[in-house]
């Protein structure tokens, strides 16, 4: 059998071939080869566009270098080093641009952002007094790809302005700093509270000298947190807001100190003040003084132009560490509280350390200052005894409050000078040996505020005669003032000159102001008295709801000034208050109370006192009237017109005496310095660091 292999089948007559569409397959190859092509385009494109927004802020950041760099050199109106500083610094961090890729242009000028009319950038160009730069960089960076089509070498334009900060300077006043020995403030503040610190390692503490810390470590090192966009009112209310342990503190100091071994030698220290009866949870310091209350703290108000400048500024640790002992002992270094009581005539004493020395941190007008004593001594009459009721009933009252400030000294930053190596300043210490003022002083301010003479002084009837105000009033007097300017390098401490003791000059302003007018009598005006029963009778339960103690009420009717007079029998005066207060301590069986406000006897006296007219006794009136005419003869009462007769007579002979005084008063200065070794008033002043270039950017 004879297999035939077959053919292909034979096509229809007519049909066509299959058509292979081979014309679509080379389409998309070039497609794809032009996708591909553009992509490496746009790489290319923002690979170069990126390396212009990388070269703009390479270059912007160069700008803002070289404002700072050339502001930093402003010295005086010499622009020529701040222009040559700013080109170097802009050659320093452009190290990829050649000289000729870039134009760097410098103004110098003045920056005042209280000229509204300088906005935005409040700067003007030229001036008397330059204290800023303005910064500009032309440049042209090379092209990454500079065969690209379309792509062109372009010109970025930045621009920086940049200001001097006002300089800061810190310092203290009165702190003996050089070394540690049996008088430094340390061991000295110690023994004012009692404490045993024979036990305690207070050399240790001598390595802290010259030790160099910050405000802003501090802070940090008592975990109390301080933003970037703090301002200086914030600070120090934040400071003010703010109290630690001393235990805390001392442990701060030396953690910033870097001396962590003196931990341990804090503990003992505040053992030994518990040993010595002080309460430790009492131990308290307050890092800023209260604007508002005037109560110091660590630091005083600070005045540095920014927050950041302020607590950058460098303190001496052993400084740091003085203060706060002192102020963390603060309240209990009572020294001395005593009272007399003769028949009425009462005089109390007292003193104590009412302010330890605080550190000035700031620009011109900063203050310190340095520990104060205050000495408060009252003389006053107390009614309910032999010689307070006799005076009373005569209309004769004396009440003289006396404050006396002593080792007081306060040191204001007067200049800086930058230009110096190393940079000065210039304090001006005002240290008189006592400061004395007499008048009213608020009772919470009175051992809680350093300047209560010439802040808190309140005018008071100090010494009344037959109702009529002989003396009232208030005064202050610095006396034996001594006030020294002293230059000081940074990190250097002087003492000022010992006091003059100018005695003349005292006397002078003390006849000032006894017959000047700061001191002055006149009439006592009491309040009126009510019209008729109903008004009494209220007035009589307002009072009576208040107390149901007798001597209490009659202290609130005199504190309202409801004491006319009234007469004695028909002789002598008392006032209403008074009288009343007789009524209702006189026995029942003679008319009285009793000494009781309960029951209607009393209110029924006070209703009948409170309507009763000023009257004075015969005798009473009479001295009354020659009281008035001395007082108006000698210029004691300001109604009286006239040239004071004392005045007169007592001026030429204290303008005589002055300069011998003062002469024998410098002649007592030497004779102690030289011959007993007593240089009093001398105050030390340190200068413990300035900030003179700090520059800001500002635009």
């Given at each position: 059998m004879?297999?035939k ?11 066509q ?7 679509k ?10 996708i591909?092509?553009?992509?490496i385009?746009?790489?290319?494109i ?5 390396y212009?927004?990388y070269m ?22 010499n ?12 050659a ?5 641009m050649?000289?000729s ?19 935005p950038?409040?700067?003007?160009s030229?001036?008397?007094n ?20 379309g ?13 001097k900060e ?11 700093l050089i070394?540690?020995?049996?008088n430094?403030?340390?061991i ?9 610190i ?9 390595g802290?000298?010259g030790?160099k810390?910050?405000?802003g470590?501090?802070?940090?090192a ?9 301002t ?15 235990g ?11 001396q962590?071994?003196?931990i341990n030698?804090?503990?003992n ?5 518990i ?8 131990l ?18 600070i005045?540095a ?22 102020i ?7 020294q001395?509280?005593?009272g ?37 001594i009252?003389?006053?009459t ?17 009440n003289?409050?006396i ?10 930053l ?33 051992w809680s505020?350093?300047?209560?003479c ?19 009033g ?5 006396a034996l ?7 000081l390098?940074?990190?250097e ?16 302003s003390?006849l000032?102001?006894l ?12 309040a ?5 029963a ?7 339960d ?5 107390t ?8 609130l ?28 301590n ?5 008319g ?14 006070l ?21 008035a005419l ?11 017109g ?15 005496l002055?300069p ?7 002649l ?8 007993l ?5 001398r ?17």
């Open positions: 004879t297999i292999k077959q053919g292909p089948a034979l096509r229809p007559s007519g049909a071939r299959p058509c292979v569409r081979r014309s397959l080379r389409g998309s190859i070039v497609l794809n080869a032009v591909a092509l553009s992509l385009l746009i790489v290319l923002g690979t170069e566009l990126g212009l927004f703009k802020r390479e270059l912007q950041k160069a700008v803002d270098l070289a404002a700072l760099a050339g502001t930093q050199t402003l010295k005086g109106n622009c020529a080093a701040a222009q040559a500083a700013a080109s170097a610094s802009a320093q961090n452009l190290p990829s050649t000289p890729q870039y134009v760097l242009t410098t103004t110098c000028g003045v920056w005042d952002p209280t000229v509204a009319a300088l906005k950038t409040y700067f003007s030229g001036g008397s330059i204290n800023a730069l303005y910064v500009k960089i032309s440049g042209t960076p090379s092209l990454i790809f500079p065969s690209l089509p792509n062109a070498v372009r010109t970025i334009v930045v621009e920086a302005y940049a200001a006002a300089a800061v300077a810190a310092f203290s006043v009165g702190s003996k070394d540690i020995n049996s430094a403030p340390l000295s503040i110690l023994k004012l509270v009692g404490a045993d024979s036990g305690t390692c207070i050399g240790c503490y001598t802290l000298a030790v810390i910050t405000p470590g501090l802070l940090s008592l975990g109390i947190p301080v933003t970037t966009d703090l200086v009112a914030g600070l120090n209310a934040l400071l003010a807001a703010k109290q630690v342990t001393l805390q503190l001392l442990n701060a100091i030396a953690t910033v100190a870097g962590t071994g003196l030698v804090n503990a220290l505040i053992n030994s003040l040993s010595a009866g002080v309460n430790v949870d009492k308290m310091v307050q890092l800023g003084t209260d604007a508002t209350s005037g109560v110091r703290g660590l630091f005083a108000q005045t132009p920014t927050a950041g400048s302020a607590l950058d500024v460098k303190l001496d640790a052993l400084n740091v560490l003085t203060t706060a002992v002192g963390g002992t603060n309240d209990h270094a009572v001395l509280a005593t007399i009581n003769l028949l009425g005539l009462s005089l109390t004493v007292e003193a104590r350390i009412i302010e330890p020395p605080s550190i000035g941190i700031g620009g011109v007008g900063t203050k310190a200052y340095n520990s104060q004593v205050r000495v408060y009252v003389l006053m107390k009614p309910g005894e032999l010689l307070g009721d006799l005076l009373g009933a005569l209309g004769t009252q004396i003289l409050p404050a006396i400030d002593v080792v007081n000294a306060l040191g204001t007067e200049t800086m000078n930058c230009d110096a190596t190393p940079p000065q300043a210039m304090i001006r210490v005002d240290a008189p040996i006592l400061s004395a003022c007499i008048g009213k002083i608020d009772s919470l301010a009175l505020k350093t300047d209560v010439s802040t808190d002084l309140a005018t008071m009837p100090l010494v009344q005669l037959l109702g009529i105000n002989l003396l009232q208030k005064a202050y007097l610095p003032q001594n006030t020294s300017d002293v230059t390098k940074v990190g401490t002087q003492s000022t000159a010992a006091n003059p003791l100018s005695i003349g000059d005292t006397l002078a003390l000032k102001l017959l000047g007018g700061s001191l002055t009598g006149s009439p006592a005006v009491p009126d008295r009510a019209a008729n109903t008004i009494a009778a209220s007035m009589a307002y009072y009576l709801a208040k149901n103690q007798v001597p209490v009420l009659r202290g009717l005199e504190a309202d000034n409801l004491t006319w007079s009234r007469p004695v029998l028909l002789l002598l005066s008392t006032t209403m208050p008074q009288e009343w207060e007789a009524k209702v006189t026995a029942t069986w003679l009285g109370c009793g000494g009781s406000l309960s029951g209607s006897c009393a209110r029924n006296a209703i009948q006192s409170l309507q009763t007219p000023n009257q004075d006794g015969l005798v009473s009136g009479i001295l009354k009237g020659l009281v001395v007082t108006g003869v000698l210029g004691l009462n300001p109604d009286a006239g040239t004071p007769l004392l005045s007169a007579l007592l001026g030429p002979l204290i303008q005589l002055q011998i005084l003062n002469t024998v008063g410098g007592i200065s030497n004779l102690l310095s030289n011959t070794g007593l240089e009093l008033g105050t030390d002043v340190f200068l413990q660091s300035m900030s003179c270039q700090n520059a800001k950017l500002v635009y």
